[in-house]
C-alpha cells in the first residue's frame, strides 16, 4: 500500500479488543524506524496510531501487535510505501476502467514503469447510517496489472483516478496511492452527509423517476458506507466526476450541493485524521461532457457546468477555494458503445486534471491549468459589436456562428440569438450583435449539451490546448463602452 508521506504523517488504525494494548513498528529490512503504542478504547473497539511524517519511499513493513494478559496477535503488511494518497470518487464516469478507454490495450499493458503507484477499489455498498468501516473491498491494495486494471467494465479501478495517478508519477518521481470509490448513475445527494444536504435545504424525497438516476438516490447512503470510513486516512487530496444524475434532479441545487458537499469531506478528513489530512485539501474535479440523448433537456448540461464552479465560470473561487477542474465539454464521443454520455477519452480528462493538481496540490508556478475566459466586456452599441478581453492568450480554432449567444431584449421579452465571431486578435474578440433589433442583456458561451465536436470547440489557450469554459455574463449597464466583468 501507499501511506501519506510528510509533512503530514500517516494514521494507522485498526479494531481490537478493549483494553488491550497495541505496538505499531515500521521496519525497513531488520531496522526498526519507529515504534507507537496505543491501547483500544474501551467503548469502541478500536485504537488509532499517528506516525511520524516520513520522506516518500520505501518499501517497509508494517506490523501491529495487539496484547492482553497472555493473548498475542499480530499482523503485518509488507511492501508498503510512503508517498500522496488520493482519493477518486463519482458515478459512471468515474467509475469506467482502464478496458473501457481508447487504447485500452496499450494502456493495460502500460504498468511495468509504474509499480509505486498503488491501487485500493471500495465495493459498491449502501447504508442507512454512517459506518466505521467498510463493508467490503472490490481490490484490496495491490500493485497494477492489465489484470486489476481491466477487470471488466465500470468494476474495480476507476480509468480517470489510474490515468491522473500515472501522470502525477511521472512528473513526482515518488510513490502514489489511488483508491477508488465510485457508483453509476447516482446523484451528489447520496455521497454528501446529512449535514451538508440540511444545509442547501435538500428536499428528502421518497421515489426517483428520472432516467439519469439508476444508482442509488437516497439521501447519504454512499457517503455513510463508501466515503465516511475511508475519514481517519491521511489523505493528499481528491478527484471528483459526477454532476450527470443531476441534470434533472435537484438541478438548481448544486450550485449549494457540490460546494458544501467539498467543504464536508475536508472538515471530516481532517477531523478523522486528527488534523494530518490539510484541512482545505485540494479537490479537483472534472466538469461534466457531452450527450447526445434526447431525454435531458438543452439546459441541464450547461446548467450542471455551471453551477460545478458555483456559479463562477471558473476555480477556484471564493465560494471553492483549493479547487481545480478540468474542462471536458469538447471530449465528446459519438460512438461510444458505453453511450454518448459515457466519452473513451479519458487519458485527456486526466491529462487536464493533473495540470490543476500540478498547479493547487504542488503549487508549480507559471503553469495554466485552465482555457481562457474574458476579463471584461464592451458593449459598442453604435458599432453593432461586442468586445471580449480575455485574461490569457486565445487561440481561434475555427469561427463558430453560434456558440457564443446574446439575450435580447425588446417590449419585456428576451430570447437567446446567436452572435458570430468577427475580428480576434491573441487576447481579445469581436462578436456582431447586430441581429438583436432591442437590447443585449446578457452573453453566454457554449451554452449547450454538445458544444462543438471531438477538440474542436473554437476557442483554446495556445501552448496548453484547454479550450476556454463555458461562461454566462449579464451586461448591466446599456451605456457606450460599458464593461461587464463574467460571472458577477
Not at 106 to 130: C, D, G, H, K
Not at 213 to 238: C, D, E, Y
Not at 367 to 388: D, Q, R, V
Request: neutral net charge.
Amino acid at each position: 500500500m501507499v501511506l501519506q508521506k510528510e509533512p503530514a504523517g500517516a494514521v494507522i488504525w485498526g479494531f481490537g479488543t478493549p483494553g488491550a494494548a497495541v505496538t505499531v513498528t515500521l521496519h525497513q529490512g531488520q531496522e526498526t524506524i519507529m515504534k507507537k503504542v496505543t491501547s483500544v478504547k474501551a467503548h469502541f473497539d478500536t485504537w488509532m496510531v499517528v506516525l511520524d511524517p516520513m520522506k516518500a519511499g520505501g518499501p517497509f513493513e508494517v506490523m501491529a501487535q495487539q496484547t492482553l494478559e497472555k493473548m498475542n496477535f499480530t499482523l503485518r503488511v509488507h511492501d508498503v510505501l510512503f508517498g500522496d494518497v488520493w482519493l477518486c470518487s463519482g458515478q459512471s464516469n468515474m467509475q469506467m476502467t482502464v478496458l473501457q478507454v481508447f487504447n485500452a490495450t496499450r494502456e493495460l499493458s502500460n504498468t511495468a514503469a509504474y509499480q509505486s503507484v498503488r491501487i485500493f477499489s471500495v465495493s459498491p455498498i449502501q447504508a442507512e447510517q454512517e459506518l466505521e468501516d467498510l463493508v467490503a473491498v472490490d481490490l484490496q491494495w495491490s500493485k497494477p496489472t492489465s489484470e486489476n486494471l481491466g477487470h471488466g467494465y465500470f468494476k474495480y479501478m476507476s480509468a480517470v483516478c489510474w490515468l491522473f495517478g500515472r501522470h502525477l508519477y511521472d512528473t513526482l518521481q515518488y510513490p502514489i496511492g489511488l483508491i477508488a470509490s465510485s457508483w453509476g448513475g447516482t446523484p451528489i445527494k447520496a455521497w454528501s452527509s446529512g449535514r451538508s444536504l440540511e444545509a442547501c435545504g435538500v428536499p428528502k424525497q421518497g421515489s426517483v423517476p428520472y432516467n439519469s438516476v439508476t444508482g442509488p438516490s437516497k439521501h447519504s447512503v454512499l457517503w455513510n458506507a463508501m466515503i465516511h470510513p475511508l475519514r481517519n486516512m491521511t489523505l493528499k487530496g481528491v478527484v471528483w466526476y459526477q454532476g450527470e444524475s443531476n441534470i434533472n434532479y435537484n438541478t438548481d441545487l448544486y450550485n449549494c450541493t457540490f460546494p458544501a458537499l467539498i467543504e464536508d469531506w475536508r472538515e471530516t478528513f481532517h477531523r478523522g485524521s486528527q488534523g494530518q489530512t490539510e484541512r482545505f485539501f485540494p479537490f479537483g474535479f472534472v466538469q461534466l461532457s457531452s450527450d447526445l440523448s434526447k431525454k435531458s433537456s438543452d439546459d441541464g448540461f450547461p446548467q450542471i457546468r455551471w453551477h460545478q464552479t458555483a456559479d463562477f465560470g471558473y476555480v477556484p473561487n471564493p465560494k471553492m477555494p483549493n479547487t481545480f477542474m478540468a474542462v471536458a465539454m469538447d471530449l465528446c464521443d459519438r460512438d461510444s458503445p458505453f453511450g454518448s454520455i459515457h466519452p473513451r477519452d479519458k487519458q485527456t480528462v486526466a491529462y487536464r486534471l493533473h495540470l490543476g493538481a500540478r498547479a493547487l496540490a504542488y503549487g508549480e508556478k507559471n503553469l495554466t491549468f485552465e482555457g481562457p475566459l474574458p476579463e471584461k466586456i464592451e458593449l459598442l452599441a453604435h458599432e453593432g459589436l461586442l468586445n471580449l478581453t480575455y485574461y490569457q492568450q486565445i487561440q481561434v480554432q475555427k469561427r463558430d456562428n453560434k456558440i457564443f449567444e446574446i439575450s435580447c431584449c425588446s417590449d419585456h421579452q428576451c430570447k437567446w440569438l446567436p452572435a458570430s465571431m468577427n475580428t480576434f486578435s491573441t487576447q481579445s474578440l469581436t462578436l456582431a450583435i447586430d441581429s438583436c433589433q432591442g437590447t443585449v442583456v446578457a452573453l453566454r458561451y457554449a451554452w449547450t449539451t454538445w458544444p462543438c465536436e471531438y477538440k474542436q470547440c473554437p476557442l483554446y489557450h495556445p501552448s496548453s490546448a484547454l479550450p476556454a469554459p463555458p461562461f454566462i455574463a449579464f451586461i448591466t449597464d446599456q451605456g457606450s463602452g460599458h464593461q461587464s466583468n463574467v460571472a458577477k
